[in-house]
């Protein structure tokens, strides 16, 4: 599975962005999607997943009520919308696929995205 991030960039805080992941796979294998965030010198951190037919989701308690994460799979895209953006949701925003769920460790991801950034200013 290939995945590319797209979406992120500058935002004033309580500012909205949304998160694109478009996925391109060589098989039909159902794969759950996560998304992470790194901000500079901290750990990559669990954000959002959601089930391969996208009838369950997890969040971090930090996004929860922000944030809402989605998919199509006609279109083979997930998404993550964020909505009442905060300083600290500043970081290079990854999105993954993995065959597990819920799954918030990126060890139980298989394959990811190049990651878009996501800068929320003051």
């Known amino acids: 599975v290939q995945l590319q991030a797209s979406g992120g960039g500058l935002v004033q805080a309580g500012g909205s962005l949304r998160l694109s992941c478009a996925v391109s796979?060589?098989?039909?294998?159902?794969?759950?999607m996560g998304w992470f965030r790194q901000a500079p010198g901290k750990e990559r951190e669990f954000v959002a997943a959601?089930?391969?037919?996208?009838?369950?989701?997890d969040y971090d308690d930090s996004v929860k009520d922000r944030f809402t994460i989605s998919r199509d799979n006609s279109e083979d895209t997930g998404y993550l919308q964020m909505n009442d953006l905060k300083l600290e949701d500043t970081g290079t925003y990854y999105c993954?696929?993995?065959?597990?769920?819920?799954?918030?460790?990126?060890?139980?991801?298989?394959?990811w995205g190049q990651g878009t950034q996501v800068t929320v200013s003051s």
């Open positions: 959601v089930k391969w037919n996208g009838r369950a989701t």
């Open positions: 796979r060589r098989n039909f294998r159902p794969y759950n």
């Open positions: 993954a696929a993995g065959r597990y769920f819920p799954a918030t460790s990126p060890s139980e991801y298989d394959d």
